[in-house]
């Protein structure tokens, strides 16, 4: 397969897949969702961000693994801690991230 071939499938796999989202705010611009349906789509973000981080910080080698010694688990507290006082997801995920790369260059002198 050569680089066109393959430029072009990116083009447009992403262009269907604008398309496909600009039709539904397209559509609910002229038409008034339900309440109960708008309250059950703003539960939907949270539900699917935890769905993806959850399982990244409680497996490990196929099992859940709560210690102290998952670094994971222990940086993903702290990120919650500083969720719950900043509320600013941006701020939360680098702080996260940052706390587990230094408790993981800090746990490489221990080994």
Not at 1 to 21: C, V
Not at 60 to 88: C, E, F, P, Q, Y
């Amino acid at each position: 397969m050569d680089s066109l071939n393959i430029w072009l499938i990116l083009i447009l796999g992403g262009l269907g897949t604008y398309l496909i989202r600009l039709s539904f705010i397209l559509i609910f611009q002229r038409f008034q969702m339900p309440g109960f349906m708008t309250r059950i789509l703003r539960l939907v973000p949270p539900a699917v961000f935890s769905a993806i981080v959850l399982p990244e910080l409680l497996v490990r080698d196929g099992g859940i693994h709560l210690s102290l010694s998952n670094l994971r688990l222990v940086a993903g507290m702290l990120a919650v801690v500083i969720a719950l006082k900043t509320r600013n997801i941006l701020i939360t995920i680098a702080s996260g991230m940052i706390i587990l790369w230094l408790l993981q260059y800090a746990m490489s002198f221990f080994q």
